[in-house]
Structures are given as structure tokens and as C-alpha cells.
């Protein structure tokens, strides 16, 4: 009995050690995966499996995606911490995400993921037609006449698509808006997502428009995405609701002979809001998966910002106020900017965000508040100062430089305002514009622009009012007239009957490079 009581006391012993023994590396592993989920981020989307960690450096989440498909290879990407463009709207749920990671591994993660968007630049500015006057022979433009409910039905439920305000009024002259006398002519209140029926009216009246699609070297697809996705922005709907009219078009394109031809290669979808609304990853609610579906991989999607990291994402200048009708009406704008008395060194159109801690704006706003009389101007668009395109274009006609911060996404309305205007943009984060629109910009960004890290201003280590005043007066004129001279023409879109012989306007040039595009497939 002795030997039975203490085999038995030998066994629970045995166990118990055997227990703690195999508990032990359990607890650790626990400890491991929980400090993995606390510095990255699991989504999957679609056929994708994107694995998440922070970039301070780039304000956002950075990602190495790899394919649910056997074979498929793994590429970086950039998830954006907030997804909207400069306005009042609510903030992309990702943006909630708190993570932290090593910073030798976050350095070399983001010198990866820079040297990618690079390349694709690289790619993106080799499409450049560098003809003006083009023939149409082989060059022609089939634009698919699409049910209206994909398009000018949801010119209907303007009424209610934003709450506090009357978007129908945006939709007037072809999307151009209400006219501003006050501005002169050309001039009217245009709405930052009216691209698609601005593109849709002038792609219309293409003199490379062919209406038999055996004629066609390019497919456009009038869709308005970005309108579908601001209809249900502030609704209570499921995300079923907010993709089914996404998911009908894709069916209704598979029924067409052209797309299943290049598998849509030679297609083009023009979308008036931001890339990231139309790329939702699982457990979010915001926007939906449209250029998630595997069917969208092949065409080029013209946005007002690309995600970085996608090939045939191309950036394209928001819609600005100003649409001429001829080169008369640019010339004479350029004349009257060019001579325009500068009385302020610089100056901020905008509102702070205290809801994104690590924003610089309300460090920009100090430093420019406390500059002294005539060094800087701050228009507070929080309280309202900001609600007509008047008061932001006088004040930026009137500055040398304009500070353009992130706002709720990398790229900013106003940075075309300022360009347009003739005031040299401050940028503080290289997703604003250098890695955006190579169609548009230069590659050498010190022709028009004048870069702060952002990571400088926010560790107290540069005061970006006194910087700007060692910059040379004669380099400030350099720049000017380059950005007023060079690339003005170029970053606005003129009126629905416009007819241009010296200019290129961002739609000619925008045209002409996907044409090009499609002659190299």
C-alpha cells in the first residue's frame, strides 16, 4: 500500500510537473503572438492576405501583401491612416489602429516600400505621349453607354447625399457648378469629387470618340463611383447595400464582348474620390471593395490619389475652380498671377485635427500664428471661412508660399488652389504629391515645390515660417514662374467645350497618355 501511495504521489507529481512544463513555452508563445497583434494589422481582401505594421515615417500602415491563390507572389503596399480627401467627412476606421514596431526594421520596411512606389512612377511617367496634336488614326476612344443607374440616376439623390449641404448646386454646367463673378470668368464653385461627369462630358465631345467598338484602341467606362460611394457615406447600410451597384457593373461588363477580349486591359474607369473608398478590408465599414475585385486588376483607374503601391492606380489633379475655355482665358490668367503683389511670406487654408495626434497642423498653425505681421496668414476653415473658393484663391494669389499638410489623406484640393494660384506649395509628406500625379508634376519636385519632413516639424526641430524666409527672392521667382508658366495649363480642366491649340489641359494630357498607353499593349 506504502509503494502504491507513493507511486501514486510520484505520478500526480509527474503530472503536475508535466503540466507546468508544457504550460510554460504555452505562456511564452502567448506573450509572442499577443506582442505580434499589438505592432501589425491581418487583412484579407479578396484573394489578397495583407499583413499590417506601422510607418511613422509614412504616416500610415504598411503592408506586405501576398495572394490567397497558389503562386501568387507577395508585394508592399500602403494602407493610409485616414482615407478622405480635404474635407468635413468622417475618418477611415484604420486610422483607429495603434501599433508599434521596431525602427531598424520600420527604416529598411519603408526604404522598400519608397523604392517600389519609385519605380512605379518610373513606369507611370514612360506613358507620357509627348505629341499635342495627335491624328486619331488608331487612336479611337469607345465610351460605353452605360444603364443610368451607374451614372446620371445618382445625380437624383443629390439632395441628400452630403447632410450639410446641397450637392445638386455642384452639378450644374456640366459639374463645373454655380459661376463666381467675383473670381472673373472660367471661374465657378466646383466640388473636389466632381471628376467623373467633368471627365464624362468632355470624353463625349473627344474628337478620337468612335462609336463602333471594333474602331477602338480605348474603352472608357462612364461610371460614377465615387458619387455611389458619397451617397452612403453618412446612411446606415450594410456593406452589401454599398457594393451592389460596383458588383452590377462587373456583371454587366462580363456580357461585353470588348471587355472579355483584353480581360479589361484596355479599359479605363475615371473615380472621383480617393483610392482607399474603393478598397474596404474585412471587419471595416467604410466605402467598399470595388478596385478589390479580382475583375479591376487589369484596368487603369484615373483617381484624384492613387494607392502608391498599385500599378494602374494614376493620379490625377482634383478639380479646381478655375476652366478655361481657350488659351486666351489661361494666358490671361497667368498675366494677371504672375504680377500678383505677394503681401504675405506664406499662409494656411485649413483646420486642425486634433482627432489624429500625430497631424502636424495644430504645430503649423502655432508656428504661423506667432510669425509676426505679414509673415504668415492662417484661415481658420473650421470656422467657416473656408466655404466658397473666393476667399482661399484671393488669399494664396496674395502668399508667396502656401503650406499644403496631410489632412485626412496625403493629398490635399488645395494644393492644386495654391499651384494655380502661383503660390509655391510647402509640402510635408512626399505621398501629397511626389508620389501621386507624374503625368502632371515634375519628377524634380524642387521646381515647384518646397519640401519639410513633417517628422522635423513634429519633433520641434525646424520652425517652417523662418526656413521659408532664407529662401532667396529670386528662387521664389524661379519657382514661380516655372509653376505658373509650366504647369498651370496642364492642372486644370477646361469647360465642356473648351478647344485648346498651344495648352494641353490635365484632360488632353490625361487622354493623350492613355492612349499611348493602350498603343503599347
Avoid at 508535466?18 to 504550460?23: D, K
Avoid at 450639410?164 to 466640388?191: S, V
Wanted: hydrophobic share 35%; net charge neutral.
Amino acid at each position: 500500500m506504502a509503494e502504491e501511495r507513493q507511486d501514486s504521489c510520484c505520478c500526480i507529481f509527474n503530472t503536475l510537473l508535466c503540466r507546468v512544463i508544457f504550460r510554460v513555452p504555452t505562456v511564452i508563445l502567448l506573450f509572442i503572438l499577443i506582442f505580434l497583434w499589438s505592432s501589425s494589422t491581418t487583412i484579407i481582401s479578396g484573394n489578397m492576405v495583407h499583413v499590417c505594421i506601422s510607418s511613422r515615417k509614412l504616416n500610415n500602415l504598411y503592408c506586405l501583401s501576398a495572394g490567397a491563390q497558389p503562386n501568387a507572389s507577395a508585394s508592399s503596399k500602403a494602407t493610409p491612416s485616414t482615407i478622405n480627401g480635404d474635407s468635413k467627412e468622417m475618418m477611415n476606421p484604420v486610422s483607429n489602429i495603434k501599433n508599434t514596431f521596431d525602427d531598424v526594421l520600420e527604416d529598411e520596411d519603408v526604404a522598400n516600400a519608397m523604392r517600389l512606389v519609385e519605380e512605379q512612377m518610373e513606369m507611370q511617367r514612360s506613358w507620357i505621349s509627348h505629341l499635342n496634336n495627335q491624328s486619331c488614326d488608331g487612336r479611337g476612344i469607345f465610351v460605353y453607354d452605360l444603364p443610368p443607374k451607374f451614372n446620371k440616376d445618382l445625380f437624383s439623390q443629390c439632395n441628400d447625399m452630403i447632410p450639410w449641404t446641397d450637392f445638386c448646386r455642384y452639378f450644374t454646367n456640366d459639374a463645373m457648378g454655380e459661376p463666381i463673378p467675383k473670381l472673373g470668368r472660367n471661374w465657378y464653385q466646383t466640388h473636389q469629387y466632381s471628376l467623373e461627369p467633368i471627365f464624362h462630358s468632355r470624353v463625349l465631345k473627344h474628337p478620337c470618340r468612335v462609336y463602333n467598338e471594333n474602331e477602338a484602341k480605348l474603352f472608357y467606362v462612364p461610371f460614377y463611383g465615387g458619387l455611389d460611394i458619397l451617397r452612403w457615406h453618412f446612411k446606415n447600410v450594410t456593406n452589401d447595400v454599398k457594393d451592389t451597384l460596383a458588383l452590377e457593373l462587373m456583371k454587366w461588363l462580363q456580357q461585353r464582348r470588348p471587355w472579355l477580349k483584353n480581360s479589361g486591359k484596355d479599359h479605363v474607369f475615371v473615380l472621383g474620390k480617393i483610392s482607399w473608398d474603393f478598397r474596404r478590408y474585412r471587419g471595416s465599414e467604410w466605402g467598399n471593395r470595388f478596385l478589390e475585385l479580382d475583375q479591376m486588376q487589369n484596368p487603369i483607374k484615373i483617381l484624384i490619389e492613387r494607392q502608391p503601391w498599385h500599378a494602374n492606380d494614376v493620379g490625377v489633379p482634383h478639380p479646381t475652380s478655375f476652366h478655361p475655355h481657350s488659351d486666351d482665358d489661361i494666358v490671361s490668367w497667368q498675366q494677371k498671377i504672375i504680377g500678383s503683389r505677394r503681401k504675405y511670406l506664406t499662409s494656411f487654408a485649413g483646420a486642425a485635427r486634433p482627432e489624429l495626434p500625430n497631424n502636424i497642423r495644430t504645430l503649423l498653425i502655432e508656428q504661423c500664428n506667432s510669425a509676426g505681421k505679414g509673415k504668415c496668414h492662417f484661415l481658420d476653415c473650421h470656422s467657416g471661412q473656408c466655404t466658397g473658393p473666393e476667399t482661399v484663391i484671393e488669399l494664396f494669389t496674395e502668399s508667396e508660399f502656401c503650406l499644403q499638410p496631410p489632412g485626412d489623406s496625403p493629398t490635399r484640393k488645395s494644393l492644386f488652389d495654391s499651384l494655380v494660384a502661383g503660390c509655391i506649395p510647402v509640402l510635408f509628406d512626399p505621398l501629397t504629391a511626389y508620389y501621386q500625379y507624374p503625368w502632371h508634376l515634375p519628377e524634380d519636385r524642387s521646381k515647384f515645390s518646397v519640401f519639410v519632413d513633417q517628422e522635423e516639424v513634429r519633433q520641434g526641430k525646424v520652425n517652417v515660417v523662418e526656413r521659408l524666409m532664407k529662401i532667396p527672392v529670386q528662387e521664389r521667382e524661379d519657382m514661380r514662374s516655372y509653376i505658373v508658366y509650366e504647369l498651370v495649363p496642364g492642372l486644370v480642366y477646361g469647360d465642356s467645350d473648351s478647344r485648346f491649340s498651344k495648352f494641353q489641359d490635365s484632360f488632353t494630357i490625361t487622354m493623350n497618355n492613355l492612349l499611348e498607353r493602350m498603343r503599347r499593349l
